[in-house]
């Protein structure tokens, strides 16, 4: 009943608004007044605020005053999200409280189930109920962003629409790329590498893939070239055994050698992999200059610290060898014993 009503109710405000502001003003003027020889529901309706307590864009705007505070305070960007669940579930009790206020204010107006039933139209309804869904999915998707993927893994468990929304691959792309992960938007390869039994077409792939990125160190670091800048990297370590938290923030590449020799059993196929990528945009041509240094010379770039070798791998039989097929540098990391260096060059 409610329902017919207030679909009745919005075809009449079309028309009216169609008017003009002036005229509305008016008609809502007579209205209130019972000066008028429009129709008694039709008026009962203009005499109302345009903007009921339960409507969309009543949600709508209790929802964008909440993402907008949070824009305004850039130190919550990684604050947790408990306020935001307490903003939320304020406001639904609140709008709920109110939406039923108004449904005993629509139901005394309402003389016979006749004449609401006469207003409302099945096509009608699912239309307005589509625009409704996206509507509240598209603020939905919009809190979400603002969720870590703990927050956003309890959220879909709310509900199915909740699901569904929470389940979206741009917001799983989006806590991928934070981790950060920047080259699987452009290195393929590398999805194969981090996982071979990934589906890339897969379209829940990002969701799929977080919890394997969540748990992978990752560092950052400066390449330097006999003492001179190369670039800023993401070092990523792909597998093998743990480095620890500890990672050189400075790999200078001291010694070259030839690819061959990774071939021959210095690195151990079982030896902790890295993966490096530009930390920033601006640090791609750099990394991608010294990739094309190492191949146009056959070699690999050795960095040394006192337990560690740190050795630069271009695209070769041994990055094929080890799951990628990518044009990206790979690293190997030969670990001390208490017999020095294993192969040592």
């Known amino acids: 009943m409610l329902h017919g009503v207030a679909e009745g109710s919005t075809r009449k405000r079309s028309r009216v608004v169609m008017e003009g502001d002036d005229g509305l003003q008016d008609i809502q003027d007579d209205a209130r007044s019972g000066n008028s020889d429009r129709p008694e529901e039709e008026m009962s309706v203009l005499a109302k605020p345009l903007w009921s307590p339960d409507s969309v864009p009543r949600m709508e705007s209790e929802l964008k005053g909440l993402i907008e505070y949070v824009r305004r305070k850039p130190q919550l960007s990684d604050a947790n999200a408990a306020f935001m669940r307490d903003s939320l579930r304020t406001m639904l009790i609140k709008c709920t409280r109110e939406a039923e206020l108004a449904f005993e204010t629509e139901s005394s107006i309402v003389d016979s189930p006749s004449r609401s039933s006469s207003i409302s139209g099945d096509d009608s309804k699912d239309e307005n109920t589509a625009v409704e869904w996206y509507a509240v999915h598209d603020i939905l998707e919009a809190v979400f962003r603002y969720l870590s993927a703990k927050d956003l893994s309890v959220a879909r468990g709310v509900s199915k629409d909740w699901n569904k929304c929470g389940s979206k691959p741009s917001l799983w792309k989006q806590l991928c790329l934070r981790q950060p992960w920047r080259s699987l938007e452009t290195d393929r390869a590398l999805w194969s590498l981090i996982d071979p039994m990934l589906d890339v077409k897969d379209p829940d792939v990002w969701r799929k893939v977080y919890p394997t990125l969540a748990r992978r160190k990752w560092w950052r670091c400066k390449l330097m070239k006999t003492n001179k800048f190369v670039c800023n990297l993401i070092v990523h370590q792909i597998d093998g055994e743990s480095l620890g938290d500890n990672f050189p923030s400075t ?27 530009p930390e920033t945009d601006g640090d791609k041509e750099g990394l991608e200059g010294f990739i094309q240094y ?16 740190y050795i630069f791998i271009p695209p070769c039989d041994y990055s094929r060898d080890r799951r990628y097929e990518g044009k990206s540098l790979l690293g190997g990391v030969q670990l001390s014993s208490a017999h020095g260096f294993q192969n040592n060059i």
């Open 294 to 309: 190492l191949i146009r010379r056959d070699r690999a770039g050795l960095a040394l610290e006192q337990h560690r070798r």
């Open 251 to 277: 790999l200078t590449v001291e010694r070259r050698f030839a690819l061959m020799h990774l071939t021959l059993a210095m690195l151990p196929i079982n030896s902790p992999l890295l993966y490096f990528e």
